[in-house]
């Protein structure tokens, strides 16, 4: 399996990995199953900007890199260009990722998003549209069929 040097960048020197106490808001993804699950702070100013965001993440040096990748994106960014950020641009910001790892990315999007969910959430506004969106670890279904597959062989 081939990692872009960004990706090996991206695990080896992770950028705003750690906890935030005083986060604005929260969001946590995953799996313990497949064993990636990660948790993206925000602190979000009166403006509706991203003045900072940090992550945390158990899991492999996809999901790390793609955490990472994502808090970089949405750094200094308003809500709800955050909101749009994909996992498909994440994986392009990072020149690519394996086939097998392209979970990582979706849950890197998911972790976002759910951080969002919990702004909106303490402010009051509805979120009942954007959780349709946030599928708890969705990509980890496929990653566990994935998983069965190489252990039936």
């Known amino acids: 399996m081939l990692y872009s040097e960004k990706v090996m960048d991206h695990?080896?020197?992770?950028?705003?990995?750690g906890e935030m106490p005083d986060a604005t808001a929260i969001g946590e993804v995953g799996?313990?199953?497949c064993g990636d699950i990660m948790k993206i702070y925000l602190k979000i100013d009166e403006n509706e900007i991203?003045?900072?965001?940090?992550?945390?993440?158990?899991?492999?040096?996809s999901a790390i890199a793609t955490s990472s990748m994502a808090t970089e994106l949405i750094k200094g960014k308003p809500v709800s260009e955050a909101l749009s950020l994909t996992?498909?641009?994440v994986v392009e910001a990072l020149d690519g990722l394996p086939p097998v790892k392209?979970?990582?990315?979706?849950?890197?999007?998911?972790?976002?998003k759910a951080?969002?969910?919990d702004y909106y959430k303490k402010i009051g506004r509805d979120t009942s549209e954007l959780e349709q969106m946030v599928i708890d670890c969705e990509s980890c279904h496929a990653h566990e069929e994935e998983q069965t597959h190489k252990a039936a062989e």
């Open 11 to 17: 695990f080896s020197h992770p950028r705003n990995v």
């Open 31 to 33: 799996n313990a199953k």
């Open 50 to 61: 991203i003045t900072d965001c940090k992550f945390e993440t158990f899991g492999c040096a």
């Open 87 to 89: 996992n498909s641009a």
């Open 102 to 112: 392209m979970h990582c990315s979706v849950l890197a999007e998911e972790a976002v």
């Open 115 to 117: 951080a969002i969910i």
